[in-house]
């Protein structure tokens, strides 16, 4: 998340370095090879609207106003995606990652493993007794 004004830059470059404990490879990961030599070769300045276009933010939130501070408006964006059972969640984030980061076959088990977690469990059962399939 971003807010207007603000503004991400890699500036190792500048101090004779390259980031360290995996920054690169990540940002990489984040934004595409092309991307990141970009942002780490030049030390570009990645406001709002490029940190959105390029893949580094996901939204852009309001200045802080007089009923909702930026910290509040951080945590009503991201209930949006952690709202809801934590055991579903962590199997969300689980197999995205695994997704992301395994060869195919092993995240299709990872994601079939996951699967077996909550089918059947409380939030499954909760909502084919409410009727919820598809809201």
Not at 10 to 36: C, D, E, Y
Not at 78 to 88: H, I, R
Not at 103 to 110: E, S
């Amino acid at each position: 998340l971003m807010v207007q004004g603000s503004v991400v830059q890699f500036v190792q470059k500048h101090m004779g370095l390259v980031p360290g404990w995996g920054g690169a490879a990540r940002l990489v990961r984040v934004v595409g090879s092309q991307n990141a030599l970009k942002l780490l070769g030049g030390a570009v300045k990645v406001d709002p609207e490029l940190g959105l276009q390029i893949g580094l933010a996901d939204d852009v939130l309001e200045d802080a106003q007089e009923q909702r501070t930026v910290l509040q408006q951080a945590e009503n964006w991201l209930n949006c995606y952690t709202k809801g059972p934590a055991p579903v969640i962590q199997a969300v984030k689980k197999v995205v990652i695994s997704g992301r980061e395994l060869p195919l076959a092993d995240a299709l088990r990872t994601e079939k493993d996951m699967f077996g977690t909550v089918w059947g469990g409380p939030a499954n059962l909760q909502a084919l007794t409410s009727k919820m399939k598809h809201k």
